[in-house]
């Protein structure tokens, strides 16, 4: 879900880039500035969220790892304590 939205965004910026370029009477214009910098600042954003949100899941899989070794180190000292 993430993903599409951020291709999503990325084809929205480049179909802004490729309008403005050329077509000469949105060359100059005002608004046309405003929706280019408006919908690449969105696909900046949309970049780092996605950025962050990898960064998360690489950290929460490695907690996870973490936790499922810590686990198994207490049922070994759990056993070896019993026998």
Not at 13 to 34: A, L
Not at 55 to 69: P, Y
Request: charged fraction near 15%.
């Amino acid at each position: 879900m993430i993903a599409i939205f951020g291709i999503f965004s990325f084809t929205l910026v480049n179909i802004t880039v490729i309008v403005r370029q050329f077509h000469p009477k949105w060359k100059d214009s005002p608004s046309s500035m405003i929706l280019q910098t408006g919908i690449t600042l969105f696909g900046f954003l949309i970049i780092i969220f996605l950025i962050v949100i990898s960064q998360l899941n690489k950290t929460s899989e490695m907690l996870i790892e973490e936790e499922s070794k810590h686990e198994s180190i207490d049922k070994v000292s759990l056993l070896m304590s019993e026998s």
